[in-house]
């Protein structure tokens, strides 16, 4: 029973920052690999960012590397996204992915993110 609350969506122009949040349930969320993925309308859902239990290891999509951020802060049972130089491309419904130790998924509900021009 894990529950995925991501927040920190909005509207904004290009070349803003944005930070995305997503508060998990659950007392062992530091076992928990966290991912990031978005969904754009009419598009496939794809993935961004992904960090290791530990925070050790993360990994990006080629489209946001080097602007995108992921990082979890397992006092808080919280994963975030940090976002700078963003496009008009990255529009889309933003998705929050927890992994389990026995390999279940779990996804929160979304959260807005639109960069206009």
């Known amino acids: 029973q894990v529950q995925l609350v991501e927040s920190g969506g909005g509207l904004v122009q290009a070349g803003d920052s944005l930070r995305l949040s997503c508060a998990a349930s659950?007392?062992?969320?530091?076992?928990?690999?966290m991912g990031w993925f978005r969904q754009a309308p009419g598009k496939e859902r794809e993935f961004v960012a992904s960090?290791?239990?530990?925070?050790?290891?993360?990994y990006y999509a080629d489209s946001v590397k080097g602007r995108f951020t992921i990082s979890r802060d397992n006092a808080k049972n919280t994963v975030y996204l940090q976002m700078n130089s963003l496009k008009p491309e990255d529009t889309a419904v933003y998705y929050c992915?927890?992994?389990?130790?026995?390999?279940?998924?779990?996804w929160g509900q979304g959260t807005q993110v639109t960069v206009s021009s």
């Open positions: 992915k927890a992994r389990t130790t026995n390999s279940d998924d779990y």
């Open positions: 659950g007392r062992t969320f530091s076992g928990y690999a």
């Open positions: 960090i290791t239990w530990s925070g050790g290891s993360t």
